[in-house]
């Protein structure tokens, strides 16, 4: 076997010229290949990052009624939905793929909100002591809620960056007093996400969804919801997924942790459902997969001619050394024997066809990605199969010519010159 | 008896003309026999030599070959045979062009699996033998057409045959390699092994023990020369 893979290299080596032809429909078909799919995988990783963003892998579980989340405004406190408790947090941050949870109560669009006299129209959330951690959240100004602000019930706020922005008009928030509801509440702290943990792409209108609110966000501590709004309002919950790949599983289980506890009856179509973005990202990429697979169909058909090629040039081999296969059966040779012999040959040929292809491609998407810009990523698995792949065209394209040489009768062999 | 030959006829088509090329052929070898093969051009001497060989099937007739009937041979089976039993020389050397002497003689034994340090070494001793010690990691194109002949008698006897047929091995050679080749089957005689040899050569068909004439596809032992 070894023996013959040398003696493949030494006839690829004596006609180099003729085997790199032979080889060039293999090399374009496998570059073409492996270029195509590295943009795939570019593609893919870009949209998974853009929408996903590198670092918080937040998933969003929200009360749901058929396919709208429920309206908290406009909709009496629903029957059979029990608040989340903290031992609903420890079960659900118990799970293998979850890093981190937090409940929380929200209002996305304020009208009860004053500073002095400006009114603050953003989103509010009470919030729990995980909260910040779970969100990618750091506190920049001040100070973030304590222990004791939760216990003594402290009229404390914090705001996010858009709202120091939009409402204090970028003096320091820290000690302003804004109203909610009438009641006073003291801002103690700035805090921001970290832009890594913020999505790239904003057109999607889900991206609302995953920052909460595009003009800012008022934290105060969950425990003064139900004075400022109603008790026991369903909360939403929020969990750190240990990673992007692990999203949409953790937001399964924990959707059927939260479900369980429901008693909302049969008929009722309200039932916690997760908002989970790498899902939709996976959507999208199924949909550059899908154009893109039609390009690798395409680009096989120069496979097939590669393959046709390599069986053409085999057969004028066999031609050749008519007198070599001759004397080697007259020595004792088996049929098998010279069978292996072209079949190496032919797949040595491919594979090696390949292996320049694949380094090939690899060069080609380089080139791609610096003259347009489209990300591509070399994809290991995909090498290995191309290299494989085409390996496996020189067996099935050899493997006519090779039965041919194996078949030849050595006298005529021997008497052609 | 090592070989043979009962009634052993073969047709060839050339169309839907049958041509018999051997005609009722009769030929028995004994072990230790050196045996030359003499007659004009196209008589069917390599013919016959093939099918000694196990190259090629008679169209009728019984061929034994250390007792082993050839006819209804597997495939299989015949190239085991050609690699074990028999030894070929041929008119060109036909050594393959992309291996050394070395390689070109070990080339049965690779066949027959023998290890590659053993292969070697048995390679050797053979080139030693017939006088190409100095020769060993040459090339074929590096080497002269007689010093071919001589790897190609190495190789046959590389697989220790206890037949070596041989189709003209001088008939490429000058007087001077003939000579040498010649003297090497001789030797090659005298160590035991049977020889069947094709010649043109009345000089090199004496050094036989026995003489046969082929004319038109029939054998005989005598020599019919009508010339005279
Ligand atoms: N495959 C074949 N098909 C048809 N006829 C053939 C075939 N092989 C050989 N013959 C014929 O058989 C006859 C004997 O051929 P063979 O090669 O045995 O002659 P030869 O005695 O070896 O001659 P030479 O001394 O020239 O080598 C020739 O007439 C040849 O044309
Ligand atoms: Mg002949």
């Known amino acids: 076997m070894f023996e013959n893979i040398k003696l493949a290299f030494q006839g690829i080596w004596s006609h180099k010229m003729r085997s790199l032809l032979t080889m060039l429909g293999i090399i374009i078909g496998i570059a073409s290949i492996i270029s195509i799919v590295s943009t795939i995988k570019g593609t893919n990783e870009q949209i998974k990052q853009n929408l996903v963003g590198s670092g918080t892998n937040a998933v969003t579980i929200a009360l749901y009624q058929g396919d709208w989340t429920f309206d908290l405004d406009w909709n009496a406190i629903p029957e059979g939905v029990p608040p989340m408790n903290d031992a609903v947090r420890t079960q659900i941050t118990a799970l293998e793929t979850v890093e981190d949870a937090s409940i929380y109560t929200e209002r996305n669009y304020v009208s009860n909100v004053f500073y002095q006299n400006t009114p603050y129209n953003g989103a509010l959330r009470g919030i729990d002591r995980h909260y910040l951690g779970v969100n990618g959240y750091s506190v920049s100004l001040g100070r973030s809620f304590t222990e004791r602000d939760y216990q003594n019930y402290n009229k404390v706020a914090i705001v996010d960056d858009k709202v120091a922005q939009s409402l204090f008009y970028g003096e320091n928030p820290i000690g302003k007093v804004i109203e909610i509801n009438k009641d006073p509440f003291v801002v103690v702290g700035m805090a921001m996400q970290s832009s890594e943990n913020t999505p790239v792409i904003n057109s999607l209108s889900d991206y609302d969804l995953y920052v909460g609110s595009s003009s800012g966000c008022v934290f105060v501590p969950d425990v003064h919801w139900g004075s400022l709004y109603r008790y026991d309002e369903p909360q939403k919950l929020c969990l750190k997924a240990t990673s992007t790949d692990d999203m949409t599983a953790a937001g399964q289980k924990a959707v059927s942790i939260i479900n369980s506890r429901l008693s909302v009856g049969e008929k009722s179509d309200l039932s916690y459902q997760s908002n989970d973005i790498s899902k939709q990202a996976n959507d999208l990429q199924k949909l550059t997969n899908t154009t893109n697979m039609q390009l690798i169909w395409i680009a096989s058909i120069s496979l097939l001619v590669g393959g046709i090629g390599v069986m053409n040039i085999m057969l004028v081999s066999v031609t050749e050394r008519t007198r070599e296969i001759g004397l080697k059966k007259a020595i004792g040779a088996r049929e098998g024997r010279i069978l292996w012999q072209f079949l190496t040959e032919a797949a040595v040929l491919t594979s090696f066809g390949g292996i320049l292809g694949v380094a090939a491609g690899v060069g080609l998407s380089k080139i791609i990605s610096q003259l347009t810009g489209a990300p591509t990523a070399i994809s290991i698995p995909a090498s290995i199969i191309a290299v494989v792949f085409s390996t496996l065209i020189g067996v099935v394209f050899g493997l006519l010519p090779a039965v041919k040489a194996a078949r030849l009768n050595p006298i005529d062999a021997l008497r052609r010159e | ?228």
Do not use: W
Request: include cysteine.
């Open chain 2, 1 to 228: 008896m090592l070989l043979n030959c009962e009634n052993v006829c073969k047709d060839y088509m050339r169309g839907k003309l049958v041509v018999p090329v051997l005609k009722n052929v009769n030929l028995k070898v004994e072990n230790g026999e050196y045996i030359a093969i003499m007659g004009p051009s196209g008589s069917g001497k390599t013919t016959l030599m093939n099918l000694i060989g196990c190259l090629d099937v008679p169209t009728s007739g019984n061929l034994t070959l250390n007792g082993e009937n050839l006819s209804g041979m597997k495939s299989r089976r015949m190239a085991d045979v050609r690699n074990q039993v028999l030894g070929f020389v041929f008119q060109q050397a036909d050594l393959l062009p992309g291996l050394n002497a070395i390689d070109n003689v070990a080339l049965p034994l690779l066949y027959r699996g023998v290890k590659k340090k053993e292969r070697r070494k048995k390679a050797m001793e053979m080139l030693e033998k017939v006088g190409l010690s100095d020769r060993m990691e040459f090339m074929p194109n590096q080497l002269s057409g007689g010093q071919c002949q001589r790897v190609a008698i190495a190789r046959a006897m590389a697989g220790d045959p206890q037949l070596l047929l041989a189709d003209e091995p001088t008939g490429a050679l000058d007087s001077q390699s003939g000579k040498q080749v010649m003297e090497l089957f001789r030797q090659l005689n005298q160590e035991g092994i049977t020889i069947l040899m094709i010649t043109h050569s009345q000089e090199v068909a004496d050094e036989a023990d026995r003489i046969y004439y082929i004319r038109d596809g029939i054998l005989t032992a005598e020599k019919e020369d009508r010339a005279k």
